[in-house]
């Protein structure tokens, strides 16, 4: 079946005809496609997810047992299950400070393995009556207190409302699930503090391995500072009060991961820039040798009455339809290997990961779409013009 | 209407310091339906003429009138567009688009000068007359040269052109191919359009109604020719 001529079909037989050169160029431009869009996709994730921590930590300070701070930081950023603990006498020191507006205490327990999870979960009793931290990631999933064996699980637990796990040899009831936070509370399990000390508890009759921990202790303390506070201040005045204590600043945690990622940032767009820059380069060499090696069938379309225009429009769709098609394969193998492996990604960045909304993803692939696309005609400008320009019988000539 | 006119048509080409004078001082009327050959050695300026003729080459001096139009007063637009609608062109190579089939090379031309339709009838009827209806899907590298060059008539001849401009056709075919494609050219020499055949074999040449010769970029009749040598 004939089909009708078009400067697009012509353009993509002319690609057709050397399958190798076109795979070749076509990888290059995927590769650009595919680190612009993949390489700013996992930044701005990366970003979001820690304006996400920022906004909505709550604490200005996290007091934990002395040598813990790194693992308290793993905890809330990866969520790496940890049971530490200190003593509960800590917590109305604090509280009594000058410059403390509010703390709210919390228990971590690693748990052993649950039916929801092959590995273990973190588990984090918090105090409902006085929490400021976990309350903002709940949005409207729980409106009430969680009773005595109530819990609620992170988003990348694999249960749903209703369900029922066991920890440490006792039953609880799922009756909600968290939104994604792109931090450790994804893969957390949390109770009420109550909750938590009735599981230690119990945990000594029924379970294999008891958790090991009593009412008169806890894990860490979140302090809120009075509005015009010294969060510095406050962290020497706790650790002098009780030397077996560490302070976190968290101000001081978010901007020591904000500065790694932003020592990424000029690395990544450094590499796409020297890419996109060698794409056009190598692009335009081939595209200069293919326009060569074609003058005479050139010069014969022009002798057969394509004017000067078409014959541009010819060569720079004839690029344009590789680099965009590219570009379409480069973002398409991106996403094949960003969005599935989300999880494995955040884990192995160990940093706070939450993807931007659907609108702003699909900006960025057009943009890469567009950035990727603009590398062929760009890189076939030059040759473009210059065969446009050459009197039609010279071209003819010039391919004998 | 006069179909071809050239008045004191120069072609100058730049040979590092040197220039070469391909053609020098070209004077030629062609009428309608006309069947012209061009003699002259290799280098003579044949070929220029035949590309100044059909507006390929701007000349250096002089003017080039097609139909009355002067060529080269026009712009690119309306140049393409009297090459695309008034003139075909056979080369001494058949010079085939190698990614296109047969019949898609052969409405080429109706495409890039946006004629109305696909042109697809008109393509296969081109090539049931040149003998290649069976094989419209073939590529050029399946046909052989002269099966090649029997398509590249049939594209000339798409969009039923004024004047068809053949450069040596038949340059590199066999005897009994060199018949078929003149009996071609002749044919739609005779259905009207008017045929200007550059070669260099005499045999070929006295096939046309006016053989003409060019030297060192100087036309002359044949008679003009045969004088110049006979008292050289």
Redesign the interface.
Known sequence: M?R???TLY?AS??L??KPARTAALGFTAAVVAAVLFGGTLLVQSMQRGLDSMAGRLGADVLVVPRGYEPTMKEVLLSGEPSTFYMARQVLPDVASLPGVAQTSPQLFIASLNAACCTLPVQLIGFDPASDFSIRPWLGNTVSRSLKTGEIIIGDLILAEVGDELQFFGQTFHVVGKLERTGMGLDVAVLMSLDSAYEMARLSESKAVRPVGIGSDQLSSILVKVDPGGDPQALSANIVRLHPETDVIVSSQMIQGVADRLRGLLPLLYGLASLLWIMSICVLAAVFSMIVNERQ??LG???????????LFALIISESALLTGLSAVAGILAASLIIFPFRDLIAGRLGLPYLYPPAGEIAVLILLSLVVTLLLGPLASLYSAVSASRT???AM?REG? | MTLVELKQVRKVYRQGANTVAAANGVDLVIQPGEFVSIVGRSGSGKTTLL?LI?G???PTSGQVFLQGIDLWTLN??QL??V???KVG?V?Q?A?L????AI??NV???????RGRG?G?DRARALLSEVGLSAREWAYPSQLSGGEQRRVAIA?ALM?EPDLLLADEPTGDLDEETEQEVLELLRRFNQAGAALVMVTHEPRIARLAGRVLTMSSGTLRSEAEARLTRATA
């Open positions: 004939a009708r001529l078009s012509l037989q002319n057709g005809r005479r069938e014969l379309l022009r002798a057969m009455g394509a004017t000067r225009r078409r009197e039609p019988y003819i004998e | 590309n059909g390929l080459v701007k690119d637009s393409s567009a090459r695309n609608g062109f080369f190579f010079c688009l190698p990614n296109l019949l898609d409405r080429l031309p109706l495409f890039l000068g696909d697809i594209r969009n």
